[in-house]
């Protein structure tokens, strides 16, 4: 029984990482398909499984490009002036708009790995996201850094002096799936004595 039970966790440790990335993987790909797919019902074309994506990524591109037209960005700064007459929304779209630049815009807020220590001792992974945070009454002895929670898709900022600050050069990838497994996925990639 005790050889049945084990096996059945291993089959767990196998299926549970590939069913949730396929399952994930599999919802995107349909959402991203349904919104080209309204697109060629639109257009009174037939539709074949995957064309709505090609279509979705197409148009994507289409907007990038021509966002760099010089009449597309008036229009586009004329929308954002706009938005930032409402408040609520003013807020919601500057959020999404600052996370979204953070993560794939030119200047990325997570480049830098910080190693942080603590009056007791103990160290922390985190990632610098500003070192200019005098807005908030500090001089230029502080920096803003992420510290994400282990095994949740979650974290908080704080604002350390430089001295409890130590950069230290790991991919910032890595760093984060460390943080995120809570240490288990450094463990799992060294190999076995």
Excluded at 48 to 54: P, R, S
Aim: proline residues 4%.
């Amino acid at each position: 029984m005790k050889r049945l039970i084990r096996w059945f966790l291993n089959g767990l440790l196998v299926l549970t990482p590939i069913g949730a990335t396929a399952y994930i993987f599999f919802s995107l790909f349909t959402f991203v398909d349904s919104l080209g797919k309204k697109v060629l019902v639109y257009l009174h074309l037939p539709h074949v499984t995957g064309l709505g994506l090609i279509l979705t990524l197409s148009l994507i591109a289409l907007t990038g490009f021509t966002s760099q037209l010089w009449l597309s960005r008036k229009l586009l700064e004329w929308t954002e002036r706009i938005i930032a007459r409402f408040p609520g929304l003013k807020t919601v779209y500057s959020m999404i708009k600052d996370t979204v630049h953070s993560l794939i815009g030119d200047k990325r807020s997570f480049s830098q790995v910080v190693l942080l220590t603590h009056e007791d001792g103990g160290k922390r992974i985190g990632f610098l996201t500003s070192e200019d945070v005098t807005a908030f009454e500090l001089d230029s002895s502080h920096v803003a850094v992420y510290v994400p929670h282990a095994l949740q898709v979650s974290g908080e900022l704080r604002l350390y002096p430089r001295e409890l600050v130590t950069f230290i050069d790991i991919p910032v990838e890595e760093a984060m799936r460390f943080c995120l497994t809570a240490g288990v996925a450094l463990k799992s990639e060294q190999p076995s004595r």
